[in-house]
């Protein structure tokens, strides 16, 4: 039963949503082995649905071992017998052809990756898609120079990579991976999380028009067994990881005694700092876009809000009338700001840990918000009065979750904010200079951000500390994790 | 003054910890040999719990030593090296009798270790030059990135090579500010005691380098898998591809860095490269806005 | 009158604030200071808004009724004014639903014409005082400026502060400037016009100097803020007009006292316009989102507003001989 909608009262925004027309899903996909999509071993596949409908997407193909072992075989061959002899400014030009078409794609990709990861559109459209183009632009301009990178007269490659990466940025994590790899002389077999793989699907039909020889880049979808597979086979030279500290852990005891090099860019649960001089208004929005961007499905997201307590009242009321602004619904309309949490199971968990905040005993608020009645949805959700002792201030929640802590010193700002397993990344609002300076160097995290939070380049290097995993992708540092 | 009747004062090879030189908690030692097999000195055996207590000592030091400026660190390292240079003559002796060098030989690896020190000293200011810098990033920031030490490391000092080894794998991790927890050659202890005396005497701070004695068998696994402890160098057991697997899956707990070793002792006269202090390095990349 | 005085009227946040350069300088400087990347980068945020078909026609019929149609030349005469005034009451002859503009706004010589032409139409007389567009004449003369263009009967008042006077910190001189001239805008039955303050924000250079001369005005009595003359580039920009959009919320929050914000100058496209209004409307809030709290300075923004509104209502696009120039 339909009903008129009731007529327009004020600046209420009509839907903008963005078309789906401009991507052609197939009903199912095969793994992408030796420049062409083949049909898995074993037969299996499973399906992608959209997090914020529930509606399947397509069938995608459950890569076995056997087909791993086919990839990493096909990548092997490409590595000896083509990309590795290639000479640089070669490869140099398919991958900025690659970049090229990226960008032509790039409403294509936007919209698919927003299908399958629920992620708003403008998000996907202005950060993901044309970051992952930046990033093939700048390694291919590598992939000629690695003799003047620093990291001795004459690098060569590793051989082939296995790379595994998450759901939460799908095609700008292949972008981050494959990249550096294909720039450096390696070949890759990547692994697409299970839940997102269609626009690593897509990328595989943008190698083909690339014209990159077969081989150079295999993509084979699966789950955790798949990935299992992947890094623990004999026949690769590197394993490259994102995702939880968990699996990461697992994946450092698996290659143990190998020569296999690894980089891991795992968990964190980033302190956002904010002293009492802060250019409050930017701060919030810093507040914000650090929990709330991609519906804090980030690993560096500033999940610890730490305010200085002069300000915290008046930050807290200004976060809170921000966040009634946010508008969380449809990924594909053009004004939301926070999407679909990706999954079923990571949404229970964001659930699980959201009780257990309350349980604790923290001030639970959510921004008032109408939410779908179908897909996974979660309302942007702070929590205050969140002591480091709560496990909403330890462990990472990977949600639109805020724990709110407060400090009296500089000195208190730092050693809360460096109490944690994790490093991965802080940020630090001050107006002075020589404190913002004072804190960078303090805090132990591999990205400071300071007066900004959430911002990534090519050129700048990015990865953690402690147990947030270990190597740098980006800059000229990425190139080392590639190279021997 | 001196006949050949005096009674020669021995010495006793204790651990160094915290800047102190102390037994074992466990009381016990064992019998350390030349390399011709005659005894040469009870050295202490170090337990699980000397291992807990080393940590815990590098980790109180590395906060004060690794915010050192580089040109202070870089000095204490030159003074290391001036101190080494005293203590020459008794550690020709000692490393030729632990290495079953001749003297020439075991002068030549003095002297070695002392000019690797020497090198690393100059590296303290000029490393963050040289792997980090500015990142041209397409955004009104200015975006830097520079090299920290990534805290307490763990090292299985080389077994042959007692006192060149070990300075080419001491110096490289505490030129950065790192703090160290060592574990000496467990068959070649002696040099390695006399460098923890020289390192006493020279200016580094008590608790940045803890020197270990004894079979790693005990400690080792410890230090692999104290989460406290932020990266692990298993040159020390080259060789032992068993106990280095091992090893590198207790150091998976917590996610430590890890310096694999290689097959077999390297010689240790190579150039040495900068590979063994960016292995622990950590880059912090810092961004801030450029407006008005 | 003493400049204190004014300020713990206007702000029982500050009860003892004394008048003198020093204090307000305190004050001023103590506000959250204002990040040029961050601020820029939040309006460049709010601008990818995408605001289409029922939204769209809200917001046009709204940007047309916030307009103050401005004619500043010194070609002026009194037909192009009475033409503007006709195209404000009337901005689309052929479509009575169109609303009309919110104001004229011209040179105080003019302002007679004006209210003639307008008459009871609703539609106000704003006119710019106070030696515009520079500022730099005698206090007296802009007292006298203002108070012709009040007797000549003006509704609104468009004053520019003393840039020089605020760059170099003499910000008591400001602030009592526009106290003197908020008096001047007293009308013999007791009855004000209103007073927009003008700041060339162009000159001011600074977000930082945005936020505190907002501040300032508002503590002196404005009842608008407003960005620029038109005169001077940069004009009215999205950043600015935010940083005055977060001075106004705040200032209400501390107050109680809203004050309205006026961009002036350069803003010519419908597009620009729905810019600007999502910005008042998430981040001042939708209390702003009325002809009496946020106007637009335009001239040639009002016939894109009808051309993107005949577009909608006949589906087709308009062109520049459908809509009247004058």
Redesign the interface.
Known sequence: MTSTPPP?Q???????PESRSVVDIRSSYGLFVDGELVDPVGGRSFKTISPATEEVLAEVSEGSAEDVDLAVQAARRAFETVWSPMPGRERAKYLFRIARILQERSRELAVLETLDNGKPI?ESR?VDVPLAA?WFFYYAGWADKLEHA?LGPAPRPLGVAGQVIPWNFPLLMLAWKVAPALACGNTVVLKPAETTPLTALLFAEICQQADLPPGVVNIVTGAGETGRALVSHPGIDKVAFTGS?EV???I??AV??T?KKVT?E?GGKAANIVFD??????AV??IVHGIFFNQGHVCCAGSRLLVQESVAEEVLERLKRRMT?LRVGDPLD??TDVGAINSAEQLARIRELSDVGEQEGAGRWSAPCELPAHGFWFPPTIFTGVSQAHRIAREEIFGPVLSVLTFRTPAEAVEKANNT?FGLSAGVWS?KGSR?LWA?SRLR????????FN?F?P?????G???S??G?EG???GLEAYLR | MTSGNRIQVRKTYKLYVGGAFPRSESGRSYVVEDAAGSFLANATHASRKDARDAVLAARKAFAGWSTRTPYNRGQVLYRVAEVLEGRRAQLVEEVGRSEGLDSASAAEAVDLSVDRLVWYAGWADKVAQVVGGTNPVAAPYVNFSLPEPTGVVAVLAPSRSSLLGLVSVLAPVVVTGCTVVVAASPARPVPAVTLAEVLATSDVPGGVVNLLTGPVADTAPTLASHLDVNALDLTGAAGDQALATELEQAAAGSLKRVLRPPATEQDWSDDPGLDRITAFLETKTVWHPVGL | MSAGAVVSTASGLLPDLPGSDATLRRFLHGLPGVDQVGAEARAADLATRSIKTTAKAFAIDLAIRMVDLTTLEGADTPGKVRALSAKAMRPDPTDPTCPAAAAVCVYPDMVGIAKDALGGSGVHVASVATAFPSGRAALGVKLADTRDAVAAGADEIDMVIDRGAFLSGRYLQVFEEIVAVGEACRRADGSSAHLKVIFETGELQTYDNVRRVSWLAMLAGADFIKTSTGKVQPAATLPVTLVMLEAVRDYRAATGVTVGVKPAGGIRASKDALRYLVMVNEVAGPDWLDPDRFRFGASSLLNDLLMQRARLTSGRYSGPDYVTVD
């Open positions: 327009r004020g600046f209420d925004y009509a839907p903008a403008k202005d930046q620093g500290t990461g852990r697992s450092a005891r143990a005694g020569t891991l795992l001089d802060a250019p409050l208004d930017e929005e810093g602004t053009k004004n397993p107006d913002t960078a995290a591999g990205v400071v951000w300071a007066n900004t911002k380049d050129a700048s290097p990015f990865g500390y402690k147990e995993g270990y740098r800059g000229r540092h």
